[in-house]
């Protein structure tokens, strides 16, 4: 990994799998979105965190912009940097995917919060069968 890539990691929500996006500063900062997955929580902040906090033993990868436009490394690093301590997560609209995806190509994007929106998932998520969401996250790698 370099500083400034775009990184993710495979997290559980229960048993629903899902990837978690930052970008990776060094061993000692990555900067995420803190945002609870599958809920809108306006209070949710982009924040540092460790690497070993972002990925606690799993295996972590960067996501490849080979072939795209995508900022330098250092600005990506300065535009992360500049939205610390930004609230305002929303599942589908600003989540840690696309705060990543914006910092490295500055046009947000999520294609798992695409996929959801593809399954019909929609605004009342949190109240949803985890059975919808399990198979709307599962299509394919996100």
Same mark, same amino acid.
């Given at each position: ?120 998932? %929609? =605004? /009342? !998520? $949190? @109240?949803?069968? %985890? =059975? /919808? !969401? $399990? @198979?709307?996250?599962?299509? /394919?790698?996100?």
């Amino acid at each position: 990994m370099e500083s400034g890539d775009h990184i993710c990691v495979r997290r559980l929500l229960g048993r629903i799998p899902y990837m978690h996006h930052g970008i990776y500063i060094s061993r000692s900062e990555v900067i995420h979105f803190d945002g609870a997955p599958l809920r809108d929580n306006k209070d949710s902040t982009i924040c540092y965190t460790t690497l070993s906090k972002f990925s606690p033993g799993d295996w972590t990868g960067v996501i490849p912009y080979k072939g795209y436009f995508h900022f330098s490394y250092a600005e990506v690093i300065e535009r992360a940097m500049s939205r610390v301590g930004e609230h305002g997560y929303n599942l589908f609209t600003w989540n840690c995917e696309h705060f990543a995806t914006w910092c490295v190509t500055d046009h947000p994007g999520s294609h798992q919060a695409a996929k959801l929106i593809a399954a019909g998932v %929609g =605004a /009342g !998520v $949190a @109240g949803v069968a %985890g =059975a /919808g !969401v $399990a @198979g709307a996250l599962q299509l /394919g790698n996100v």
